[in-house]
């Protein structure tokens, strides 16, 4: 296992629902960056996206270029200004796609080569990707919202989108033996719904984008979970359950408790690894996918979450 030096990768969603929305979120993302590594708050990262044919609600594969530019804070030689270039293919609709291609531009450190992958779930998008710049390796992790357009008529269909987000560039990887992993999760049906005022009940969701950094490897992953919600007012509260995690090198399993404020949690667990149990923390953003107002809160929510599993 490993893990680069980096545990403040805050996730944000533009869904605003009882209160766990853009607000919340851009909050708990403003944490102070690593040493190693530069974070770019909620604005400071913005550009556009350009589909060739344009994004309809057929499910195609398009060619695609992401342009962005950000401003990014850190301590070390990452912190500066980053022209971001993407360019590669989608495929899928105007309500979620992945895609793949190569990383250009220009950083703090000089020209960048690479490549990315990315899950876009509606219009939300995270980029996750590798490149080299003075030739040292980093990491990218773009989370970018497509700013909605002004006329109803153009919502699923468009050649051109602006986007505006956050992000972070992580210099190389640690030796440290953590693991790092980055996810997107839908939740099925809560049974059930979550009340505005107390009540708990139970809870599953699987993801539908995630990437694991388990020295010397770097993939995909998937986490399954299930657990128990005991809710104090709507997004504030506790989920505890369990969890299995399927990476590059194998799976595991793990147990956790998230303590969430006004949507945005923090996650404490352990992990039942081949060399003994592991210590699991990490953040937890929620958005609103599904509500019964005025009678229930949640019915159904995504996460995104960033995980640092240490031996």
């Known amino acids: 296992m490993r893990k680069p030096a980096f545990g403040l990768l805050a996730c944000a969603l533009a ?5 766990l929305g853009q607000g919340s979120l ?13 974070y770019c708050p909620y604005g400071s990262v913005q550009g556009t996206a350009t589909y060739t044919p344009p994004m309809t609600s057929s499910v195609l594969t398009r060619a695609e270029t992401i342009t962005v530019q950000a401003q990014c804070v850190g301590a070390g030689d990452e912190g500066g200004s980053y022209d971001i270039n993407l360019g590669g293919t989608t495929t899928g609709d105007c309500g979620g796609a992945t895609g793949s291609g190569t990383v250009s ?5 000089g020209a960048m080569s690479g490549t990315y992958t990315y899950a876009r779930s509606a219009v939300h998008y995270y980029i996750a990707g590798t490149y080299t710049a003075a030739g040292e390796s980093h990491q990218l992790h773009l989370w970018l919202d497509i700013v909605p357009v002004a006329d109803p008529n153009q919502v699923c269909f468009y050649s051109v989108a602006s986007l505006i987000g956050h992000g972070a560039m992580i210099d190389g990887l640690s030796g440290d033996g953590s693991d790092t992993v980055d996810f997107v999760a839908q939740s099925v049906a809560l049974s059930p719904p979550m009340p505005f005022v107390g009540g708990s009940g139970s809870y599953a969701f699987s993801t539908t984008s995630c990437e694991m950094v388990s020295v010397p490897d770097v993939g995909s992953c998937h986490l399954n979970s299930n657990g128990v919600y005991t809710d104090i007012v709507c997004g504030t509260g506790t989920m505890s ?12 399993s793990m147990s956790y ?25 990490g953040t937890v953003d929620m958005a609103v996918t599904g509500s019964q107002a005025p009678s229930a809160c949640v019915t159904q929510f995504e996460l ?7 031996p």
Not at 28 to 34: I, L
């Open 15 to 19: 869904l605003s629902a009882f209160g």
């Open 26 to 38: 851009r909050a708990s993302a403003a944490t102070e960056p690593d040493p190693d590594a530069a």
């Open 105 to 109: 531009g220009s950083s703090p450190e």
């Open 241 to 252: 359950g369990t969890a299995f995690l399927t990476g590059p090198d194998g799976g595991e």
């Open 257 to 281: 408790t998230i303590t969430m404020v006004d949507g945005s949690g923090q996650l404490q667990g352990t992990m039942a690894a081949d060399d003994g149990n592991a210590i699991v923390t």
């Open 304 to 310: 995104v979450g960033h995980l640092t599993i240490t």
